[in-house]
């Protein structure tokens, strides 16, 4: 299973970005999906979930300005930000939550991490 994220970039404050995160999943099903971020010199932080059944979960800091989505056909997650500023710049990761089907009727769980995208939010 891969994650490939895409989308980041060099924004004003202001503007706008879409990450993207596409995964190859084969036999693996998805429950839900993340995007975390990691700013300089902080802690990685859970940015946006959104699961299966399409139950969706923003931080507070990004409540109103983010939005997240998913394509299940397409097994892609987008991350639309809009209202950058500059304390949204951070290394962006998407993060997928799900399972293998293991025996008759069993599930394996595991969960997979893009490479990370950086996103650069200018004054």
């Known amino acids: 299973v891969q994650l490939q994220a895409s989308g980041g970039g060099l924004v004003q404050a202001g503007g706008s970005l879409r990450l993207s995160c596409a995964a190859s999943t084969g036999t693996f099903r998805i429950k839900s999906f993340d995007w975390y971020r990691q700013a300089p010199g902080k802690q990685r932080e859970l940015v946006a979930t959104?699961?299966?059944?399409?139950?969706?979960n923003y931080v507070d800091s990004v409540q109103g300005r983010f939005a997240i989505s998913r394509d299940n056909a397409k097994s892609t997650v987008y991350l639309q930000m809009n209202s950058l500023k500059p304390e949204d710049t951070a290394v962006y990761y998407c993060?997928?939550?799900?399972?293998?089907?293991?025996?008759?009727?069993?599930?394996?769980?595991?969960?997979?991490w893009g490479q990370g995208t950086l996103v650069t939010v200018s004054s």
């Open positions: 959104i699961t299966s059944g399409d139950i969706i």
């Open positions: 993060h997928a939550d799900g399972e293998f089907p293991a025996g008759i009727g069993g599930a394996l769980p595991y969960n997979y």
